[in-house]
């Protein structure tokens, strides 16, 4: 999904207001059960509700998605220019194995960057919530570990049974 600048600002606006959007926005999505840069506002105000987050926290947690957007903004944009390079690039360019050679350093580089600042956004929210919350939050992470493993089986499933399906030659 990509995010529209205007649209970032839409789940820090919709948490400060303690307002229940209707996907208003990517400004932060799911990221193994935690609240992470991508999100919508309605995932992002569910998942404060479910964990009973005070105003306090709210206010607290949005300050540190506001502070985390450009980096992340920045680390979008260089790998959507990745994208573009290697898209605008064919493979018989005399400098095709060179520019492939780049994007895949510079692709695993801003990964790196993202799981670093991913991580670190994480802990800033762990660290707000109470021993509660931190309990409300492993449990939903289970299930979303358990609705996903069930997507990917059945998802799975379907492509042996087309395979299955398909007129040998």
Same mark, same amino acid.
Request: aromatic share 4%.
């Given at each position: ?26 400004? $932060?999505? #799911?990221?193994?059960? #935690?609240? $992470?840069?991508? $999100?919508?506002?309605? #995932? ?34 260089? #790998? ?5 390079? $290697? ?83």
């Amino acid at each position: 999904a990509h995010a529209q600048a205007d649209d970032d600002d839409a789940p820090a606006a919709a948490m400060r207001a303690g307002e229940h959007g209707k996907g208003g926005g990517k400004g $932060m999505r #799911m990221h193994g059960g #935690m609240m $992470m840069p991508g $999100m919508d506002t309605h #995932m992002l105000m569910r998942m404060a509700d479910e964990l009973g987050l005070s105003p306090e926290q709210r206010q607290t947690i949005r300050g540190f998605f506001e502070s985390a957007q450009p980096g992340f903004r920045k680390l979008h944009d260089q #790998m959507r220019s990745n994208t573009r390079l $290697m898209l605008n690039t064919q493979p018989d360019d005399p400098r095709y194995q060179s520019v492939v050679q780049q994007v895949s350093q510079s692709s695993a580089e801003l990964a790196q960057q993202m799981v670093l600042q991913s991580s670190q956004l994480r802990t800033q929210v762990y660290a707000v919530l109470t021993p509660e919350q931190k309990t409300k939050l492993k449990a939903r992470q289970s299930e979303m570990q358990a609705r996903w493993d069930e997507r990917r089986a059945e998802r799975e499933a379907s492509r042996r049974e087309a395979a299955e399906q398909r007129p040998t030659r």
